[in-house]
Nanobody, 114 residues
Framework: QVQLVESGGGLVQAGGSLKLSCAASGTIFRLNTMNWYRQAPGNQRELVATITSGGSRNYDDSVKGRFSISRDNAKNTVYLQMNSLKPEDTAVYFC????????WGKGTQVTVSS
């Protein structure tokens, strides 16, 4: 029912910035909490940022102060602005929501070089 498509990943040097997008279809996502997760090779998938239907935002300590999550309800899109990127941020980044079941995007690769 719900489809999520991430974009905006790429290769960037340490200290650089990227902005990820997650386009949602099949739902009014403004009524749902939206999340960004990431998974690096050999690691478990971890939650990095959350934005609620009311606009409240939460971040994992590892990205707090560097990443910013936002949403544009008119475009049915959630964003993740990533600044001051570090090599340890290298991972596949996934968009996620809960609406009776888990909905996941297929992910976008972010690679940060030293």
């Amino acid at each position: 029912q719900v489809q999520l498509v991430e974009s905006g990943g790429g290769l960037v040097q340490a200290g650089g910035s990227l902005k990820l997008s997650c386009a949602a279809s099949g739902t009014i996502f403004r009524l749902n909490t939206m999340n960004w997760y990431r998974q690096a090779p050999g690691n478990q998938r971890e939650l990095v940022a959350t934005i609620t239907s009311g606009g409240s935002r939460n971040y994992d300590d590892s990205v707090k102060g560097r990443f910013s999550i936002s949403r544009d309800n008119a475009k049915n899109t959630v964003y993740l602005q990533m600044n001051s990127l570090k090599p340890e941020d290298t991972a596949v980044y996934f968009c996620h929501l809960w609406k009776g079941t888990d909905y996941w995007g297929k992910g976008t690769q972010v690679t940060v070089s030293s």
